[in-house]
């Protein structure tokens, strides 16, 4: 009888002792192997060229190159990349960022290590891995509309306390266009003011603190 093939995972988070959690994890099961270990993701881009794992560990927030711009590079240079998010935020931009980039599944880290076993597996298999909490998620944001990239500039800047004459110089734009802007990101957020709209855009990660 033959031998199941062992499942070779690549992991990649800009945390060692995560990434030897992990790692400990995954190195207990007989059907399963950490061949590499990268910390932001353009080191992720050259061991996966590399390595060719098939199954990658993805975090979003890294230095240098992060997991969304990482998971875009690998799945367009490889067709046949599987690739898990395994991050600490659950903010619907984050996790439908993750996936649309390519990637196959999306876990929290505070997620259960059978659980974290369950996902490699099958994704491995060619299944996605999308827990109930996540999909919901997911959904919420694909009914939400879309903010354009200026709306997203001008409530990135929202969010650190700038005035709408600050927003202006900041942008050179005009201050009725910053108004215009914020007239829309609230509508769209279905938020009353700019401190609601602050506090939406960062419960689903569409700023940072």
């Known amino acids: 009888m033959?031998?199941?093939?062992?499942?070779?995972?690549?992991?990649?988070?800009?945390?060692?002792?995560?990434?030897e959690g992990i790692a400990a994890i995954i190195n207990e099961e007989e059907d399963m192997t950490v061949i590499g270990q990268a910390k932001d993701g353009l080191?992720?881009?050259?061991?996966?060229?590399?390595?060719?794992?098939?199954?990658t560990l993805m975090d979003l927030?890294?230095?240098?190159?992060?997991?969304?711009?990482?998971?875009t590079a690998l799945c367009a240079e490889f067709h046949s990349a599987r690739i898990i998010v395994?991050?600490?935020?659950?903010?619907?931009e984050d996790i439908y960022r993750g996936l649309r980039s390519g990637a196959k599944g999306y876990l929290l880290k505070d997620s259960k290590p059978s659980e974290l076993r369950t996902a490699i597996r099958s994704v491995h298999g060619g299944q996605q891995y999308i827990p109930s909490h996540v999909g919901a998620k997911l959904v919420q944001r694909m009914n939400t509309p879309e903010l354009t990239d200026r709306e997203l500039e001008v409530l990135q800047l929202v969010a650190q306390g700038m005035s709408n004459l600050e927003i202006s110089a900041a942008l050179t734009i005009t201050e009725s266009t910053?108004?215009?802007?914020?007239?829309?990101?609230?509508?769209?957020?279905?938020?009353?003011?700019?401190?609601?709209?602050?506090?939406?855009a960062l419960k689903r990660g569409l700023t940072s603190p």
């Open 43 to 55: 080191e992720a881009i050259k061991l996966f060229r590399e390595a060719q794992p098939d199954v």
């Open 178 to 200: 910053v108004k215009s802007n914020i007239n829309r990101i609230l509508s769209k957020l279905g938020a009353k003011d700019r401190t609601q709209a602050t506090i939406i």
């Open 86 to 92: 395994l991050t600490t935020y659950d903010g619907d």
């Open 2 to 19: 033959s031998q199941p093939a062992i499942i070779r995972v690549l992991i990649v988070d800009d945390h060692a002792i995560v990434q």
């Open 61 to 71: 927030r890294m230095p240098q190159m992060g997991g969304v711009e990482a998971i």
